[in-house]
């Protein structure tokens, strides 16, 4: 099994030091389990 190494690790929750997009990791994660945009 390969062994998953960041190259960076960061805490910022708010997109300030990078550009995330929480929300698209959300969407991608449970997407399947919400009802269409609103």
Known sequence: MDRF???YVTF???GTLINFQM???AMD???HLLDGPR
């Open 23 to 25: 929300a698209e990791a």
């Open 29 to 31: 994660l449970f997407g």
């Open 12 to 14: 910022d929750c708010h």
């Open 5 to 7: 190494r960041p190259k």
